[in-house]
């Protein structure tokens, strides 16, 4: 009842939930969704008839510490705590799902995510006219002074990419932090997640069909610090038939004052991350990321100087 016509479509079809929309070259996008439970909640995504992507799981882990001297105190450090942090991993089980239109996009929420101390459900945006998909996890916590940080991404089954011996030759590109491409080949040996320290925040993995890019929030991720390190905020895994990329944050680093996130409680926390779709290879889909990121840089004005100083975004 919340969904208008308009440029995304959507219908449910047995199990599936199946959501068409036009690209910025008139290309038709389809994303269908698993209504069972028991399934990976993203089953496919194609362009026309060929599958770009197939079956995935969000992923999501955070940490959660206790503020002492209230939601504006920007030296407040939760680690030292008398309480301590605590670590999650998210646990999803779909319990229901539903679609709305918001402007002339479409939003799937999927209620059923557990993050620790935070409960409510995975979003999908899925914006027409481009092959952008944006995906968050909306939740809540009803406990006092809590603090946090969280990671994102996307779990890849990649069954056209499995090698004898359970091994893979999976592609991955990235710029490094000097401006130059670089590929990767993994080889299906590594559990733990890699962080990679990259140029204009994001990097893409190879798919069946395409490429898929992922990225951080322009300005809601990076918290405010007095130094611009490169962290390497961008992850991936590769592991026994699964593909794993994402974007991840680092709450202090040694670093005493570097604040966390504020979840006062009953309030709704959107913890989102970006992917953008392509037909073609990983490099060209980073370079259609930089389309929406200006390349990390501020876009001049004829007439104006661009400068910034000691940044509090929390603040504003």
């Known amino acids: 009842s919340e969904v208008r016509p308009g440029?995304?479509?959507?219908?449910?079809?047995?199990?599936?939930l199946i959501v068409t929309w036009p690209d910025e070259l008139e290309g038709t996008w389809k994303a269908v969704f698993s209504?069972?439970?028991?399934?990976?909640?993203?089953?496919?995504?194609?362009?026309?008839?060929?599958?770009?992507?197939?079956?995935?799981?969000?992923?999501?882990?955070?940490?959660?510490?206790k503020r002492r001297r209230g939601w504006n105190a920007f030296f407040d450090f939760p680690p030292s705590h008398p309480e301590g942090t605590q670590h999650?991993?998210?646990?999803?089980?779909l319990r229901s799902?539903?679609?709305r239109t918001q402007g002339n996009r479409l939003e799937l929420y999927f209620e059923g995510l557990k993050l620790g101390l935070f409960e409510g459900g995975i979003a999908y945006t899925i914006y027409p006219g481009s092959r952008l998909i944006q995906q968050e996890a909306v939740v809540t916590t009803y406990e006092a002074?809590?603090?946090y940080y969280?990671?994102?991404g996307l779990i890849l089954s990649t069954p056209w990419d499995q090698r004898p011996g359970r091994n893979m030759l999976t592609e991955l590109s990235y710029y490094d932090t000097a401006g130059q491409m670089q590929k990767e080949i993994m080889n299906g040996l590594q559990p733990e997640r890699i962080p990679v320290k990259v140029r204009y925040r994001t990097l893409s993995v190879k798919t069946a069909g395409g490429s898929l890019a992922v990225f951080p929030e322009p300005h809601r991720y990076f918290f405010p610090r007095d130094f611009t390190s490169n962290l390497g905020n961008l992850w991936h895994r590769s592991w026994r038939g699964q593909v794993s990329l994402g974007i991840r944050q680092i709450r202090d680093t040694n670093w005493r004052f570097y604040p966390w996130v504020n979840a006062p409680p009953g309030q709704t926390q959107r913890m989102g991350v970006f992917y953008l779709l392509s037909d073609q290879a990983p490099e060209r889909v980073l370079e259609e990321v930089r389309r929406y990121t200006n390349s990390d840089r501020f876009p001049v004005?004829?007439?104006?100087?661009?400068?910034?100083?000691?940044?509090h975004l929390a603040y504003t």
Request: hydrophobic content about 35%; aromatic content about 12%; charged content about 20%.
């Open 145 to 147: 002074n809590v603090a």
């Open 97 to 99: 799902c539903r679609a």
């Open 7 to 16: 440029p995304v479509g959507v219908e449910a079809l047995g199990d599936s």
């Open 88 to 93: 999650f991993q998210g646990e999803f089980y």
């Open 301 to 311: 004005l004829e007439g104006y100087k661009t400068l910034s100083t000691h940044w």
């Open 150 to 152: 969280y990671d994102a």
């Open 35 to 65: 209504l069972d439970p028991e399934e990976l909640l993203l089953t496919s995504i194609a362009l026309g008839s060929r599958e770009v992507l197939g079956p995935a799981q969000p992923f999501y882990q955070g940490e959660t510490g």
